[in-house]
């Protein structure tokens, strides 16, 4: 069976700092990635999504970027962030049918 | 782009009564509609979804419904209980990209 697996759960970040979230996908091959930053008020924004590797797609400008290193890793990165950046970020993985989410990472940018 | 919107933004219903949920999508080439539930503090789990070739499909209390020509389509929550309660997502697809609704808060009172 399929897992994904998102860390870290909670980040507590200063303004300015780098970030970088992880997810990887176990048990599938070649799947689409997405992340998504969901603010209080529970709208999902998509933010990049990658339908093979090294193929990135950009829905918001922002300070944010994300890379596709492998077939099953998304990476999720900035170089200084923002107070705008908090947010509970959540990664998601499709091959046939729907989305199928991390366990997300609550950031707070201080 | 797409864009999905979906209504109403919060809707309260007695335990036992029916739910339902609109939505409406932007791009006519979106040709899936996956629907989501999201419990407080825990990631968004896929519950039913829809392919455009199909109008309706029904899974025990849950349905959903579309309308290609009219670019909507719905969820349908029969004989309603307390653990129905949560938010729940439409979203549209094509060509691997995924766009959310806003989100419908569900409060069922028993």
């Known amino acids: 069976s399929q897992t994904i697996h998102q860390w870290p759960a909670t980040l507590v970040q200063p303004v300015g700092s780098p970030l970088s979230l992880e997810c990887t996908v176990e048990?599938?091959?070649?799947?689409?990635l997405y992340w998504y930053r969901q603010a209080a008020g529970r709208g999902l924004q998509l933010l990049f999504y990658?339908?093979?590797?090294?193929?990135i797609s950009s829905e918001v400008p922002q300070n944010l970027s994300a890379s596709r290193p492998q077939d099953r890793q998304f990476i999720l990165s900035s170089k200084k962030l923002l107070l705008s950046d908090s947010g509970f970020y959540l990664c998601?993985?499709?091959?046939?049918?729907?989305?199928?989410f991390g366990q997300g990472t609550r950031l707070t940018v201080v | 782009g797409e864009n999905v919107e979906q209504h109403p933004s919060t809707l309260s219903v007695q335990e036992g009564d029916s739910a339902v949920i609109k939505c409406t999508y932007s791009?006519?080439?979106?040709?899936?509609f996956p629907w989501y539930k999201q419990e407080l503090g825990k990631r968004p789990q896929l519950i039913i979804d829809?392919?455009?070739?199909?109008g309706e499909k029904k899974d025990q209390r849950i349905a959903v419904t579309l309308n290609k020509t009219a670019k909507h389509f719905s969820l349908h929550i029969t004989e309603t209980q307390p653990e129905d309660s949560a938010v729940y997502f439409c979203?549209?697809?094509?060509?691997?990209?995924?766009?959310f609704g806003q989100g419908t808060e569900l409060s069922v009172k028993p």
């Open positions: 829809i392919r455009s070739n199909v």
């Open positions: 048990g599938t091959s070649n799947p689409n």
């Open positions: 998601a993985w499709s091959r046939t049918r729907g989305a199928f």
């Open positions: 791009d006519s080439a979106s040709n899936y």
């Open positions: 990658s339908v093979g590797i090294g193929q």
């Open positions: 979203a549209a697809a094509q060509g691997g990209k995924l766009i």
